[in-house]
């Protein structure tokens, strides 16, 4: 006969043992969440400065090494029982990298080239990236597009801006497929990436209609304004 004291033993010993490995990958999903939007602001620093990206650089590699810290508890059936606690920090790199690469080479990144970020020498993965975590982490990137075409339209380079723009639409016919046929959370992204497209749309129509009419020195000014009005009237629906 069990010896109930033995069972209920045992069973405090895994509760205990759960909810100390769910404190641990919720405390590393949250430095790797604020580290990716650290590895972000870089980026946009870099990418308005002409400078090098040495500190996303650092910022990216400091994150490798927070994502093998959370590999030791969610091997196995692990990883599936507590997504839902990190699969926001996978997000928020993605949105990073994905970030850096089209400042790199101006194309959107690609799941394996997400995928050789965890991965050893010799090709094997020590951490599994899920195509929803690819898919939700790119939506979220075409935020960062938004604010790098507002600044590029701001400096007269009208046809980058336009190159961002049509990308942007393109994700968007992408994602409304994907939305409606395979990833229903999906949808809750859209409305943001239809807003980013607006503000991208009437930045370039300023520049291109109106841009004249201002000496550039006001061009920042009338873009900046434009944008605190846009984001004024969203939070006020």
Same mark, same amino acid.
């Given at each position: 006969m069990l010896d109930p004291q033995v069972f209920f033993t045992e069973c405090r010993d895994i509760l205990d043992n759960h909810y100390d490995r769910?404190?641990?990958?919720? #405390?590393?999903?949250? =430095?790797?969440t604020a580290q990716s939007k650290k590895m972000i602001f870089a980026l946009h620093?870099? $990418?308005q400065g002409n400078n090098k990206y040495k500190e996303a650089d650092q910022k990216q590699a400091e994150i490798i090494q927070l994502f093998k810290k959370l590999a030791e508890d969610i091997q196995? +059936?692990?990883?599936?029982?507590?997504? %839902?606690?990190?699969?926001?920090g996978f997000e928020e790199f993605i949105e990073g990298v994905a970030f850096y690469h089209f400042l790199m080479h101006q194309t959107v990144i690609r799941k394996d080239q997400v995928d050789d970020f965890f991965k050893n020498e010799d090709?094997?993965?020590?951490?599994?990236?899920?195509?929803? =975590?690819?898919?939700?982490?790119?939506? *979220?990137?075409?935020?960062?597009?938004?604010?790098?075409?507002? &600044?590029?339209?701001?400096?007269? #380079?009208? *046809?980058q801006a336009m190159v961002i723009c049509k990308l942007l639409r393109k994700i =968007?016919? *992408?994602?409304? +497929?994907? $939305?409606?046929?395979? +990833?229903? !959370? +999906?949808? %809750?992204?859209?409305?943001?990436? %239809? /807003?980013?497209?607006?503000?991208?749309? !009437? /930045?370039? &129509?300023?520049?291109?209609?109106?841009?004249?009419e201002y000496p550039k020195d006001m061009y920042l000014s009338i873009? %900046?304004?434009? !944008?605190?009005? &846009?984001e004024q009237d969203q939070q006020s629906i």
């Open positions: 769910r404190e641990r990958i919720i #405390k590393v999903t949250r =430095d790797i620093r870099a $990418a196995g +059936l692990n990883y599936f029982r507590y997504s %839902k606690s990190f699969s926001g090709g094997t993965m020590w951490i599994k990236v899920t195509i929803n =975590d690819y898919i939700l982490g790119l939506a *979220d990137f075409t935020g960062e597009l938004m604010r790098h075409a507002i &600044y590029v339209v701001s400096t007269g #380079k009208y *046809d =968007d016919t *992408d994602f409304e +497929l994907i $939305a409606s046929t395979y +990833l229903p !959370q +999906l949808n %809750k992204k859209l409305s943001t990436l %239809k /807003a980013s497209i607006k503000k991208v749309e !009437q /930045a370039c &129509y300023t520049f291109q209609i109106r841009g004249s873009i %900046k304004n434009h !944008q605190e009005r &846009y």
